[in-house]
């Protein structure tokens, strides 16, 4: 037998016999069914045979928009909001009873709350409407009428809407109160106040002293609301700002004989009915 028949016989004998695949170490065979057996934790580097897989991990889930943000952030600031609140208005409340620091002020305080009451504040337009004559005057006077009320009902509705109580240290010895009256936001006195100051400025010819009373009127009424313990510094602060609101809505809807003649017309008759009786 020559080396070529040798080498061809031997080569032929190689190829038929089945190549033996090497086992694990669990005792199954290697190559990449070794490999896809084992890989079971994420990230693990497997090597099997001189392959090397490498099973990526899985990424984490995509927060939602509302997860991803912090839900007691809010919570948070409104309770430190509503403690600071707490602090000053008990800092401030210094005439809510007769033993508080600034007993001796408590007096002059409630003079300045029923300046900003709004029974008074009717009246004075009602009997105004009554006793006047003038088209001029009568067309502001039912303007203020409608501001009065509007802020009657605004308000009204704001307090049994939120129901916040009045401080702990309010003396519930206030004038000519309603059931919503236990409840104090906002701030009834204060939006009154700014509505009627900005009414009075833009449409009476004042000299400049009472002006500048006028100006100083609203912020005072709604200090003296504090001082005597009836609310908390944001009942004032967003009852100033409401009440500023409200001139707006008031100017915006104005009352005159031409955008309401049938109101105007009535009220003429009303008059004249009341003087012939």
């Known amino acids: 037998m020559t080396y070529v028949e040798y080498r061809g016989q031997l080569r032929h004998h190689r190829d038929t016999q089945p190549e033996e695949q090497p086992k694990t170490e669990s005792g199954h065979q290697g190559g990449l069914t070794g490999a896809s057996e084992r890989a079971g934790v994420p990230g693990q580097l497997i090597s099997s045979q001189g392959l090397f897989l490498y099973q990526r991990p899985h990424p984490p889930p995509a927060l939602s928009e509302e997860a991803s943000t912090n839900p007691s952030f809010m919570a948070t600031l409104l309770r430190s909001l509503l403690a600071f609140d707490h602090w000053a208005s008990n800092q401030l409340g210094v ?5 508080s620091p600034w007993a001796c002020g408590r007096p002059l305080m ?5 300046s900003g009451h709004g029974v008074p504040w ?15 005057g009568r067309e502001l006077l039912i303007n203020m009428l409608f501001a009065l009320v509007l802020d009657l009902i605004s308000v009204g509705l704001l307090k049994g809407l939120v129901k916040r109580k009045r401080p702990a240290d309010n003396k519930m010895d206030m004038f000519a109160t309603v059931s919503v009256d236990q409840y104090s936001f906002p701030s009834g006195h204060a939006t009154r106040a700014a509505m009627v100051s900005r009414f009075v400025l833009h449409h009476l010819t004042l000299p400049a002293p ?3 009373l006028v100006v100083f009127w609203a912020p005072v009424v709604g200090l003296s609301r504090i001082m005597l313990g009836r609310h908390n510094v ?12 409200q001139y707006s809505v008031v100017e915006y809807f104005w009352l005159s004989p031409v955008t309401a003649p049938a109101l105007f017309a009535a009220w003429g008759e009303s008059k004249c009915l009341s003087r012939n009786l």
């Open 95 to 99: 005439c809510t009873r007769e033993d």
């Open 210 to 212: 009472l002006q500048v």
């Open 234 to 245: 944001t009942d004032v602060i967003f009852g100033l700002a409401m009440g500023y609101v």
């Open 122 to 136: 009717l009246a004075a337009t009602l009997c105004g409407l009554y006793v006047n004559r003038s088209p001029a």
């Open 110 to 114: 409630k003079i300045i709350e029923f």
